[in-house]
């Protein structure tokens, strides 16, 4: 019995073997559709490469709220405003300053300056009854970095850099702030004087020819920003740029 099974599994095995060949293509044929259902990874040819050219909204309405600015003012393309924002005639906002009238009013009068980085806002109210607008008349100069918050800067002012200026408080005609200085909330500079400090002090009268200066400082930069205002365009520049860096790296534009 046992020679009769080693005989009979000697026959099998070569046809078994006969079939492994015709096999193998089927089991090929049968794993071919799920390679081809197999997604296939991402190109990552230069087409796929997405330029964005939007920048920085200027001008941002809230609500029924939209800032206005006059024809011949400059506003820098970087500047951010937002809100009840009024620029008038020969004023400029320097790049990278915020006007924020979110809650109340902010103006930037006649040949005024607002230099670079300085940062306007508005309260819904101020502690000394005043308007709580923040409010800047003709001939006034904001010095860089400066922060200025519901106050009242009334003509022929200059306020100096990295100053600040809280809620209500008030710098009247013809006065100078200097540089560093904070103006507490309700404080209040009168006509002709210089302070300076943390919390701002008097120092010193100032003289006829310093008071006469003042509106000379703020027509010379309204001067100044005639050159900048004739090379202004009123859409950024970065794509020349971009194209310069595409033609560098043989990406078709």
Same mark, same amino acid.
């Given at each position: 019995?046992?020679?009769?099974?080693?005989?009979?599994?000697?026959?099998?095995?070569?046809?078994?073997?006969?079939?492994?060949?015709?096999? *193998? !293509?089927?089991?090929?044929?049968? =794993?071919?559709?799920?390679?081809?259902?197999?997604?296939?990874?991402? !190109?990552?040819?230069?087409?796929?490469?997405?330029?964005?050219? *939007?920048?920085?909204?200027?001008?941002?309405?809230?609500?029924?709220?939209?800032?206005?600015?006059?024809?011949?003012?400059?506003? =820098?393309?970087?500047?951010?405003?937002?809100?009840?924002?009024?620029?008038?005639?020969?004023?400029?906002?320097?790049?990278?300053?915020?006007?924020?009238?979110?809650?109340?009013?902010? %103006?930037?009068?006649?040949?005024?300056?607002?230099?670079?980085?300085?940062?306007?806002?508005? =309260?819904?109210?101020?502690?000394?009854?005043?308007?709580?607008? %923040?409010?800047?008349?003709?001939?006034?100069?904001?010095?860089?970095?400066?922060?200025?918050?519901?106050? %009242?800067?009334? !003509?022929?002012?200059?306020?100096?850099?990295?100053?600040?200026?809280?809620?209500?408080?008030?710098?009247? &005609?013809?006065?100078?702030?200097?540089?560093?200085?904070?103006?507490? !909330?309700?404080? *209040?500079?009168? %006509?002709?004087?210089?302070?300076?400090?943390?919390?701002?002090?008097?120092?010193?009268?100032? &003289?006829?020819?310093?008071?006469?200066?003042?509106?000379?400082?703020?027509?010379?930069?309204?001067?100044?920003?005639?050159?900048?205002?004739?090379?202004?365009?009123?859409?950024? &520049?970065?794509?020349?740029?971009?194209?310069?860096?595409?033609?560098?790296?043989?990406?078709?534009?």
């Amino acid at each position: 019995m046992a020679a009769a099974l080693a005989r009979f599994s000697r026959r099998a095995l070569p046809s078994s073997s006969r079939l492994l060949p015709l096999l *193998r !293509p089927l089991s090929s044929e049968a =794993a071919s559709p799920a390679a081809a259902a197999a997604p296939s990874p991402p !190109p990552t040819s230069a087409d796929r490469v997405k330029w964005d050219y *939007r920048g920085q909204r200027r001008v941002i309405p809230l609500g029924q709220w939209v800032p206005k600015i006059a024809v011949d003012a400059y506003v =820098a393309p970087n500047v951010v405003l937002a809100g009840q924002v009024t620029v008038y005639d020969g004023a400029s906002v320097w790049n990278g300053s915020v006007l924020r009238g979110d809650l109340n009013k902010i %103006t930037v009068g006649f040949c005024s300056n607002v230099q670079e980085r300085c940062v306007l806002h508005a =309260a819904w109210s101020s502690p000394t009854g005043l308007p709580a607008e %923040t409010s800047i008349e003709r001939y006034v100069t904001i010095g860089a970095y400066s922060l200025l918050r519901s106050c %009242t800067i009334e !003509p022929e002012c200059i306020i100096g850099q990295h100053s600040i200026l809280m809620e209500g408080s008030l710098v009247e &005609t013809n006065s100078i702030l200097e540089a560093g200085s904070v103006l507490p !909330p309700g404080r *209040r500079i009168p %006509t002709g004087e210089l302070w300076a400090g943390n919390p701002a002090r008097f120092v010193r009268k100032l &003289t006829h020819e310093e008071i006469l200066e003042i509106p000379k400082l703020a027509v010379a930069i309204n001067d100044l920003m005639q050159s900048h205002f004739s090379e202004f365009l009123p859409y950024s &520049t970065v794509y020349l740029e971009v194209e310069k860096m595409k033609k560098a790296l043989s990406i078709p534009l």
